[in-house]
């Protein structure tokens, strides 16, 4: 059994900064993969960001130079920091983990940014 749980959301003005986690029951290194989508009201949910086992990082073309993925084995925990924070960047976040080809997913984070 797998839980993620996000923790980090809010309201934020434009440029400001907010640091997601998702914090997974048990060890994050048993993941292939984990990484952070999100989902703005009537489109589709989207990759962010995601961290392969060997530490290999990708990120959406928009947020690149902005957002940052990372893990801490130690508290079995993967974060987004995200910086310069747009309008557009509002949106449920969520957490994903993939497991020998299965996806988990964690309950989502809103995060909210006023102009």
């Known amino acids: 059994q797998v839980q993620l749980v996000e923790s980090g959301g809010g309201l934020v003005q434009s440029g400001g900064s907010l640091r997601l986690s998702c914090a997974a029951s048990?060890?994050?290194?048993?993941?292939?993969?984990m990484g952070w989508y999100r989902q703005a009201p009537g489109k589709p949910r989207d990759l962010v960001a995601h961290?392969?086992?060997?530490?290999?990082?990708y990120y959406k073309d928009s947020v690149k130079g902005r957002f940052t993925i990372s893990g801490d084995g130690a508290k079995n925990t993967v974060y987004l920091q995200m910086n310069s924070l747009k309008p557009e960047d509002t949106a449920v976040y969520y957490c994903?983990?993939?497991?020998?080809?299965?996806?988990?997913w964690g309950q989502g984070a809103q995060v909210t940014v006023s102009s």
């Open positions: 048990g060890s994050i290194f048993r993941f292939n993969v």
């Open positions: 961290i392969t086992i060997g530490g290999s990082t």
């Open positions: 994903n983990a993939n497991l020998g080809g299965r996806e988990y």
